[in-house]
């Protein structure tokens, strides 16, 4: 039978969500502590791979297990067994047909970004110590909504057959010393959203001329900006049809 649940992780530790020969990895974590558990071979989908020092805090992800299991004392128990800095929850039964991936409806990310140093933030923000006008970078936000190609804004390596994303929210707030920037889509490409903060930082420092319109229209890396650090980014939540409840 398939369940659903969620993956909370610190991904400061890891190679990023997908299993890999050379690095631990989220899926290969969970994919042993459900196996120990159940003492069946088990292999875990999730919604997006999430790169090297990502983090997430809904993560969606889906398991096959016996029809035998207590699904919840499972989960409690897969729990005792993972590492500290990661944890499932919400779990529950889901039809057959239900993917972690290609059911999914949208993905929610949060980048924060901070410009006093906060050495017990080192692994969740990105410290920035460079002068930015943030009225610039918030006047350029409202150009990331809608349907776009956003294939600027991605990285070599990827194996996303187009760059069209749907964008449906993006903002920043200030929020005490911090600016955090979050933005919804249908899908996101590789280092997408990454991307898009160090373009954003890139224009609000006066380092590019250049406008998003214009980085979007190119369809070209080399008109983007740096790529932002792994560790401000987190997937905050993974949209799903009304039956998921968690």
Not at 3 to 9: A, I, M, N, P
Not at 26 to 48: E, H, K, N, W
Not at 97 to 118: D, E, G, M, P, V
Request: positive net charge; hydrophobic residues 40%; contains cysteine.
């Amino acid at each position: 039978m398939r369940y659903f649940f969620r993956v909370e992780y610190d991904g400061t530790a890891y190679g990023g969500w997908q299993c890999q020969p050379n690095a631990p990895s989220i899926q290969a974590t969970l994919a042993a502590a459900f196996s120990m558990v159940t003492r069946y071979p088990c292999s875990i989908a999730g919604a997006g791979r999430t790169d090297a020092g990502v983090h997430a805090r809904g993560q969606g992800a889906h398991v096959d297990l016996p029809d035998s299991i207590d699904f919840r004392a499972c989960a409690h128990s897969v729990n005792a067994v993972l590492p500290a800095d990661i944890g499932i929850y919400a779990m529950q039964p889901v039809p057959d047909s239900f993917h972690a991936r290609y059911s999914a409806l949208s993905r929610r990310y949060r980048y924060t970004i901070t410009q006093r140093k906060k050495p017990l933030m080192r692994n969740q923000a990105w410290f920035l110590h460079h002068r930015v006008d943030w009225d610039i970078v918030q006047a350029t936000i409202p150009h990331l909504m809608g349907q776009h190609d956003f294939s600027a804004f991605c990285s070599t390596g990827s194996s996303a057959k187009t760059g069209i994303c749907t964008v449906r929210h993006a903002s920043l707030e200030h929020v005490n010393d911090d600016y955090v920037f979050e933005i919804e889509a249908n899908r996101f490409i590789y280092k997408m959203v990454r991307t898009i903060v160090g373009t954003l930082i890139d224009i609000g420092r006066g380092k590019s001329e250049t406008t998003i319109e214009a980085v979007i229209h190119s369809k070209s890396r080399a008109c983007a900006g740096e790529t932002a650090p792994a560790c401000g980014l987190v997937l905050e939540n993974v949209g799903y049809p009304p039956f998921i409840t968690g």
